[in-house]
């Protein structure tokens, strides 16, 4: 969610890399600690004068440190604003091109292999997702449907998984709206694995509800993120000079408004209009034909550790705040319990930033589910956004945890 973020310690490319790979040599990534106020709203300022400025973490909160990536170029003048204005900062990594190399001898899986022996130790590339949901709804037809629900830009396929199908009540998980989130689709993967291979009769949220499941909102993008720029965040549909939009600044609710860029070239681009994008038409769409029965939406994103709920265009709370928030503490809760791991519950505008025109403030609104909370998983630790794959179990896992928590909450309630 945070713009502009990546996976570094906790990369893994594919075997064969592009040779138009983009190299990110010379760039560094700093820590920097933010210890009032006034230190966080400069970094805030300093992220939207200079989109080269990657901030992999940043946030309003006093005491949280900020996590950059800056290129060559802006190296001294970067570390000169800091020091005049008094923050505190180290350098993380020194070279980011040089940790590519502890993860090109890895690959990540082709078609040609089965999937499922992979989700819980590899990135699957998108036709490997594809292929895989196609396999459940072939081995368990009985409580399992495929849909293709649209095309990218590119022209890949879309799907959507449907686990218990015709009940009255529907949760709507999405994930990989931001290509470069890998661990978003490998968790939305494994819940997809839960709800599938595992009988939880007895168990209202999770048998007498239908799950509808998208592992993959941006596919051209992921498949961008794998191939040329591990960087990469927007879809691809050209626009202007550059490719792409960010499809969480894209919902047309207060769309356009704050934290999101009217600049093509910028990661926060809105784009053009309102759902001017095939990707996030097909979340509207499919969210449309559930309204009424949709009662939880969550959407997947990484990293930081957070339950966010609406409003992200504005630091005002809905009037129905204390239901989004007892659920999303029903998560974190259920995951403090089993792991220890801690995750921090809040409004987005409030805990984060303001960024008007996502998909969770739409559904809420728009498509009036009444519980819509964005998910940030766990990062790599100093890595930034992607775990390594050795590491992809345990957050999956521990997610898990967390989405049951809180789809039983949300049964009991609605």
Request: proline residues 5%; contains cysteine; negative net charge.
């Amino acid at each position: 969610m945070i713009p502009r973020g990546f996976v570094l310690l906790g990369l893994f490319l594919a075997t064969v890399v592009s040779a138009t790979q983009r190299s990110y040599d010379g760039f560094k990534v700093y820590n920097v600690q933010q210890e009032t106020q006034a230190q966080a709203d400069l970094l805030f300022r300093m992220a939207e004068a200079n989109h080269k400025l990657d901030f992999w973490f940043l946030s309003k909160r006093v005491g949280d440190n900020a996590t950059v990536m800056v290129p060559p170029e802006d190296q001294e003048r970067f570390m000169a604003s800091l020091e005049k204005y008094g923050l505190q900062f180290t350098e993380l990594i020194h070279n980011v091109e040089s940790t590519h190399d502890e993860y090109t001898s890895t690959a990540t899986r082709h078609a040609s292999l089965p999937a499922h022996r992979n989700i819980l130790t590899s990135y699957l590339r998108h036709a490997d997702i594809n292929a895989y949901l196609d396999e459940l709804a072939s081995k368990h037809s009985a409580k399992v449907v495929v849909h293709e629900v649209g095309r990218s830009h590119e022209d890949r396929a879309i799907k959507t998984i449907t686990i218990n199908p015709g009940k009255d009540k529907v949760i709507f998980l999405d994930a990989g709206i931001h290509a470069r989130e890998w661990i978003a689709p490998a968790t939305a993967l494994y819940v997809i694995d839960q709800l599938v291979k595992h009988n939880f009769e007895g168990d209202d949220a999770l048998s007498s509800v239908s799950w509808v499941v998208l592992p993959v909102v941006n596919p051209d993008g992921y498949e961008f993120s794998h191939e040329q720029d591990r960087f990469w965040r927007k879809t691809r549909r050209p626009s202007g000079n550059c490719a792409g939009t960010d499809g969480n600044r894209n919902f047309a609710f207060h769309w356009g408004e704050v934290g999101a860029s009217a600049q093509p070239c910028s990661d926060t681009y809105r784009g053009e209009a309102p759902f001017s994008e095939p990707e996030t038409t097909i979340v509207r769409d499919e969210l449309l034909k559930l309204k009424g029965s949709c009662k939880f939406y969550l959407t997947l994103h990484s990293y930081g550790n957070y339950m966010l709920y609406p409003w992200g265009w504005t630091d005002d709370l809905p009037a129905t705040w204390e239901d989004l928030d007892e659920v999303s503490q029903a998560g974190a809760a259920a995951i403090k319990q089993a792991t220890g791991t801690r995750y921090t519950v809040g409004s987005s505008t409030n805990v984060l930033y303001a960024a008007a025109g996502g998909s969770d403030d739409w559904a809420f609104a728009e498509a009036e589910v009444p519980i819509s909370i964005t998910m940030e998983l766990p990062g790599g630790g100093n890595s930034g956004f992607n775990p390594p794959p050795s590491a992809i179990e345990k957050i999956v896992k521990e997610s898990w945890v967390g989405i049951r928590a809180m789809a039983e909450k949300v049964a009991e309630k609605y």
